[in-house]
């Protein structure tokens, strides 16, 4: 009887223990898949991080007489629409040999032919609505012909990307927007509004371009440089800033030709950030009343916003319209930071819904990561991760 019970206690203790390593061993693999997955995250973030900072351009972008010309336009597209006006035109000449950058404006009322059966009215043949009827194509062709010389690369930015691009960089976003479609207060009116554009591209480049390249913020910089439409890889940008950093522009401004096709005769207009709201009550106080509704709306910026978000609410799951506003980064008109933020979170997961490859799902979360990252938004952030570990398995 005493061997039996002894017995019966060994079969008992060595089935315990045999149970109680299974266990062990199942909760040491949950625990190393687990570690396995968390680090499998980590080096998917790091190595989108390490491609951003070390990318290497396969090709120069500089000629071979040290040129580059980049058409730049500013493309006023409303909510949902694919083409849009050229609202904004400008010809960026970079002369790397001789450190010199020509920046040529062309006013967007400048003549153009259109389009077979496009133009309606005599005041219809202007360049910005070769881009809005004929097209981006049609509109770069007419652009270039007036210019003389064509492009080697394109830039193309919204609305919605401007206001993105001035947050970056800390500067006044309303104010600025203002300041750069004025031309109700100018007698020349649409040829000095191009100049301006001219006069803060030059401010761009003489205040964010250091002068030593290791001092660049490459993540910032692709951050913009995704923001924006270009058919320059973002390793050619770097080219193009490690050019500009080498001219010294801060302290050699006069680097920096400002031109005009055609010729009108403008004043060179400083931009000042500070001084902004006190420029923009001059020029349009005492016109004002003497504005169309088209020109100048009295409606207040909380109008506006409420407007915008009764768009997003009546449109938030209609595909098409979220495959636009992620290419376009819509949110970005959302004056709320944190309202903003949430938007173009939902935008994000709907955004990725819609692609049935894995590799550009995780893609467009690495970058959402990375921006959220380099903003210190840790709670966004986080949710990125979250993001990121569902597609990650």
């Given amino acids: 009887m005493k061997k039996l019970i002894i017995i019966s206690i060994i079969l008992i203790v060595v089935i315990v223990g045999a149970w ?86 062309v006013p967007r009322g400048t003549y153009s032919p259109l389009p077979p059966g496009t133009g309606k009215l005599a005041t219809d043949y202007y360049v910005s609505n070769a881009c809005g009827l004929g097209g981006l194509e049609y509109g770069i062709d007419q652009i270039e012909k007036i210019l003389g010389q064509k492009a080697d690369y394109l830039v193309t930015v919204g609305f919605s990307e401007v206001l993105g691009i001035l947050r970056n960089l800390n500067l006044p976003t309303t104010e600025t927007l203002q300041w750069l479609r004025l031309r109700q207060g100018y007698a020349i009116g649409e040829p000095q509004r191009a100049r301006d554009h001219s006069t803060f591209l030059k401010y761009l480049l003489t205040t964010y371009v250091p002068t030593e390249s290791s001092q660049m913020d490459k993540v910032l910089q692709y951050l913009i440089y995704k923001t924006v439409q270009t058919d320059l890889t973002f390793a050619e940008t770097q080219i193009l800033v490690e050019a500009l950093s080498k001219m010294d522009l801060a302290k050699h401004p006069e680097q920096i030709q400002l031109a005009m096709r055609p010729a009108f005769e403008v004043q060179d207009i400083a931009y000042i950030p500070e001084e902004l709201n006190a420029y923009l009550d001059r020029m349009l106080g005492g016109v004002k009343w003497a504005l169309s509704k088209e020109d100048y ?32 980064n819509f949110w970005l008109q959302v004056e709320d930071k944190d309202q903003r933020l949430a938007i173009q979170f939902d935008f994000l997961k709907k955004y990725i819904a819609l692609y049935a490859v894995k590799d550009k799902r995780e893609s467009i979360i690495l970058d959402y990561i990375l921006e959220m990252e380099n903003r210190g938004e840790s709670e966004w952030l986080n949710k990125g991760r979250e993001l990121l570990a569902k597609e990650i398995n």
């Fill in 20 to 105: 109680g390593i299974i266990q062990g061993l199942a909760w040491h693999k949950v625990a190393e898949a687990e570690r396995q997955h968390k680090q499998a995250i980590e080096d998917a973030i790091n190595s989108h991080h390490a491609e951003v900072t070390n990318d290497v351009a396969s090709s120069d972008p500089f000629g071979d007489d040290a040129k580059v010309s980049i058409l730049f336009l500013g493309l006023d597209k409303r909510a949902g629409q694919v083409e849009g006006h050229c609202d904004a035109i400008q010809f960026i000449t970079i002369d790397k040999k001789n450190n010199k950058i020509t920046i040529t404006a």
């Fill in 297 to 328: 709306s009295d409606i207040t910026v909380e109008e506006k916003q409420a407007k915008l978000i009764e768009v997003i609410a009546a449109k938030k799951d209609d595909p098409e319209f979220i495959a636009w506003a992620f290419d376009n």
